[in-house]
């Protein structure tokens, strides 16, 4: 199986290299969309495959490198990583069949987004240390371009800020890793950076301070937590609707998984210590972007600051020191990376279609585009955590297990429920309803325009079957995730 997960890394790799040679545009578009089902299809038979009553690595495939440095290409997947596989597999078949339609430099476009997928898919499943930052810093390059390439009227800038941000995150990320990397070699002579053996070291209390603040700050950046968040809203406002729905749906979640994968393991005394600053801002990213949610009137950055807010009950739960917080938490990766896709591809159809994502300009569209209306509103309610549907699972999971423990934080994080149910009914009341708001020049204008179309239905389908699936039986989907919460909390 280890060949499998291999193959479903490189596969957009030689694909993007493909239409590099070949450059024909009807080319790039069927053989990306063919690739991402392929590489879907594979990580469904690693998913069938994976045994989750066994708490340890799977999947995995290990060949030598970079011998005298102790690199090796080493990958495998936890529950968690199988997870996050098959959501990033799946959210790339969305984001290549929405974008059959993309007329301006298409083999470049689908060239990057296959780069992209490489990247992903390696960093959810990098089991040595450099191959894991190779990945990381890999995604860097092509989010930049397809923000900077295909975005909005501020698209440089907010490419700039978005590459500004993340790369001093990763310089910080750096330093973590060769901190614990010099530490290993010096106390035991190995110079490695395999994550299984260095996992397995118990590091001094002062060292495991420095390193988590190092890795700390690179993971904070990118999932991103109050106050280093700013870069979002604007990568998102400015970004292509494929790009930020790539970027919500799967880059956001490897800052989240960094904390998971590597911060709870190698630094457990760490953890504990910070976990007070963690709470505190999880808390505020949580309520405070919220809040300023509310006050949007901004489509995009609206969907940005609710993202912020989820993403604060992820750090949450994940700090919570507890089972079913952490499974909740991983859990929300999943769901908020189903819904944030959803709000972000009704964001984008509305631009198509009206060309602006300011409420002050919209209002009624529920009578000229019925289907969007219908599919905003679910994929909405996913968001929002609403009952049966699987950002409720989440939610409830994270707020149960941090309750049993820290009630304070739990209930103030709980109000962020309210607020997310009051900015994304404010969102839809402006954008679907109030009718009366619309001018007879709109009425006539919008008489006209299309609702969904059949590369539109695929996405919204593939984005409610899931949350509905992932919210009517989540059992199956918990024990996945709690293989890995075993192996992290060791009970």
């Not at 030689?14 to 990306?32: D, N």
């Not at 939610?395 to 009630?407: D, R, S, V, W």
């Not at 325009?449 to 919210?471: C, K, M």
Request: glycine share 8%; with cysteine.
């Amino acid at each position: 199986m280890g060949e499998l997960l291999a193959l479903s890394i490189f596969l957009p790799l030689i694909t993007a290299g493909l239409i590099a040679i070949v450059r024909k545009e009807t080319f790039s578009k069927v053989i990306s969309v063919i690739t991402s089902l392929v590489v879907f299809v594979l990580s469904l038979i690693l998913l069938a495959n994976f045994r989750w009553e066994e708490h340890q690595f799977q999947h995995t495939l290990r060949l030598n490198w970079i011998e005298p440095l102790g690199i090796s290409f080493h990958i495998g997947l936890d529950g968690m990583g199988i997870s996050l596989v098959v959501l990033t597999a799946l959210m790339f078949v969305v984001v290549t069949v929405w974008s059959l339609k993309v007329e301006d430099r298409p083999n470049l476009y689908y060239a990057l987004f296959m780069l992209l997928e490489t990247a992903c898919i390696g960093v959810f499943s990098a089991l040595d240390l450099f191959l894991f930052y190779l990945f990381w810093e890999g995604m860097l390059i092509p989010m930049y371009f397809i923000i900077g390439l295909w975005g909005h009227d501020r698209k440089v800038y907010a490419a700039n800020k978005f590459f500004i941000y993340t790369f001093f995150g990763s310089i910080f990320l750096l330093l973590g890793i060769a901190s614990v990397v010099v530490y290993t070699y010096h106390i035991t002579g190995q110079m490695t950076f395999d994550y299984l053996f260095l996992s397995q070291v118990q590091y001094p209390h002062w060292l495991q301070m420095i390193a988590f603040l190092l890795w700390g700050i690179g993971f904070a950046v990118k999932v991103p937590m109050w106050p280093v968040h700013t870069w979002l809203p604007d990568a998102h406002v400015e970004a292509p609707t494929a790009g930020s729905v790539i970027l919500a749906a799967v880059l956001l979640k490897m800052g989240t998984f960094g904390f998971v994968r590597y911060s709870l393991p190698m630094f457990p005394e760490a953890s504990k210590e910070f976990m007070p600053l963690v709470f505190f801002l999880s808390v505020v990213a949580i309520i405070y972007a919220a809040m300023m949610a509310i006050a949007q009137t901004h489509i995009k950055k609206l969907i940005a600051y609710s993202s912020i807010s989820h993403m604060g009950m992820v750090t949450l739960g994940t700090f919570a020191g507890n089972m079913d917080a952490l499974n909740g938490a991983i859990y929300m990766m999943v769901a908020h990376g189903l819904a944030s896709a959803g709000l972000f591809m009704a964001a984008g159809f509305i631009y198509d279609r009206v060309h602006s994502y300011h409420m002050d300009d919209l209002g009624g569209l529920a009578r000229y585009i019925p289907n969007l209306a219908v599919v905003f509103m679910l994929v909405g309610l996913v968001s929002i955590g609403f009952p049966g549907l699987a950002g409720f699972v989440a939610e409830f999971l994270i707020l149960f297990g941090t309750f049993q423990k820290y009630p304070l934080w739990a209930a103030l994080a709980g109000t962020g429920m309210i607020l997310g149910a009051a900015y994304f009914l404010y969102l839809y009341k402006r954008t679907m309803l109030e009718e009366e708001t619309i001018s007879e020049y709109r009425r006539e204008k919008w008489s006209h325009l299309r609702d969904l179309e059949l590369h539109h239905w695929v996405g919204f389908l593939i984005v409610i079957a899931s949350s509905l699936l992932l919210g009517l039986y989540p059992l199956p989907f918990v024990k996945l995730m709690e293989q890995t919460s075993r192996m992290i909390l060791g009970s």
